[in-house]
């Protein structure tokens, strides 16, 4: 089963920061927060991971509390090609660990 | 640097045969998942493979379906007498050996059972 919970769907306007929160409370020290979207029947896409320090990359930041029990995905300047479903995940790194998908949530930009 | 190839990427077999899809994973990565997405459904583990051995298989349905990651060649996932519950989007991913990051996914096989 997944360790996280995420809303079912979101809207966002169209240029405007989408933010996708997360929660995550059982979240172990060792595990890393992974963020992956589905653009419609496409592969997954790896958008941005980490373990307690925010990060940012040309695609996201990602925001972690410092207690780890949850985390918010900000994409700064939504498009119309950002439509995708949004997977939040945790798992271990320096192991071998499998990748178990949630729902996601469902992420709608409007025109 | 080539993504994950996985081939073909549609698939039709008639109830009873066999389909075979494969999975050419990213250069100089040891390990393959797979997965598999019904119609409207999220994704579902299947299998994880690093070369010639399988980690773990919890995902894998006891009967008719088996994978494998060979020394050398493309990762495997063989359905044998496939049914119409078999349809569905077939994806698998690589990543390196543990110590590596992210893992990278192919764009699928869509299997149809007629």
């Known amino acids: 089963d997944a360790k996280t919970t995420q809303p079912t769907s979101m809207d966002c306007a169209e240029g405007r920061a989408a933010n996708l929160p997360c929660n995550h409370s059982?979240?172990?020290?060792?595990?890393?927060v992974y963020w992956y979207r589905q653009i419609h029947s496409q592969g997954p896409q790896y958008i941005i991971h980490g373990l307690k320090n925010n990060e940012t990359n040309e695609m996201a930041s990602l925001i972690i509390t410092e207690d780890r029990k949850s985390s918010t995905l900000i994409l700064p300047h939504a498009t119309l090609r950002d439509t995708a479903v949004y997977y939040c995940i945790v798992r271990y790194l320096n192991r071998d660990d499998k990748i178990i998908f949630g729902k996601g949530t469902r992420l709608h930009i409007l025109p | 640097n080539a993504g994950v190839m996985q081939n073909p990427r549609h698939l039709v077999r008639r109830r009873g045969q066999e389909a075979r899809l494969r999975c050419s994973p990213m250069k100089g990565h040891s390990h393959v998942y797979w997965y598999r997405q019904l119609p409207e459904e999220g994704l579902k583990f299947m299998v994880y493979?690093?070369?010639?051995?399988?980690?773990?298989e919890s995902g894998m349905p006891k009967e008719r379906f088996s994978a494998e990651f060979p020394k050398e060649g493309p990762s495997i996932l063989r359905i044998q007498q496939v049914v119409r519950g078999d349809s569905a989007a077939y994806f698998c991913?690589?990543?390196?050996?543990?110590?590596?990051?992210?893992?990278?996914f192919g764009q699928g096989t869509r299997l149809t059972v007629v």
């Open positions: 991913a690589s990543s390196p050996p543990p110590g590596g990051t992210e893992a990278f």
């Open positions: 493979l690093q070369k010639e051995n399988i980690i773990d």
């Open positions: 059982t979240i172990s020290g060792n595990e890393y």
